[in-house]
């Protein structure tokens, strides 16, 4: 079973920036789709954004298009989710997750049956 373990998480203020990291216990990215999803307290889990580790093509949920980024690492198997402009709205607890390649990048939870412990994003004045 893949192993993940996000880290990055922290508090910040409207309008700044955090970057959270995904470590993976995989010798290659090659074969998955690393996607990153969030849950705020009373809120169902969304999708956030999803890379595939063979190429590098990513896909983004509407609520977070043009401010976040993410990006991968294969020689270090992590995947980064770089977050600029926070909200409030963003305030989550954000896990990265792992599937197959067997589809293209999506946010469907049920595609991604490993899971990490997930790292807290607190965006507050």
């Known amino acids: 079973q893949v192993q993940l373990v996000e880290s990055g998480g922290g508090l910040v203020q409207p309008g700044g920036s955090l970057r959270l990291s995904c470590a993976a216990s995989l010798s290659t990215l090659d074969y998955y789709r690393i996607a990153w999803f969030r849950q705020a307290p009373g809120k169902e889990r969304e999708g956030v954004s999803c890379?595939?580790?063979?190429?590098?093509?990513?896909y983004y949920a509407d609520s977070v298009k043009g401010r976040f980024t993410i990006s991968r690492d294969n020689a270090q198997t992590t995947v980064y989710l770089e977050m600029s402009s926070l909200t409030p709205e963003d305030t989550a607890i954000y896990y990265c997750?792992?599937?197959?390649?067997?589809?293209?990048?999506?946010?469907?939870?049920?595609?991604?049956?490993?899971w990490g412990q997930g790292t807290q994003v607190t965006v507050s004045s």
């Open positions: 997750a792992s599937g197959n390649t067997y589809f293209d990048c999506s946010l469907y939870p049920v595609e991604y049956p490993n």
């Open positions: 890379i595939k580790g063979s190429d590098g093509s990513t």
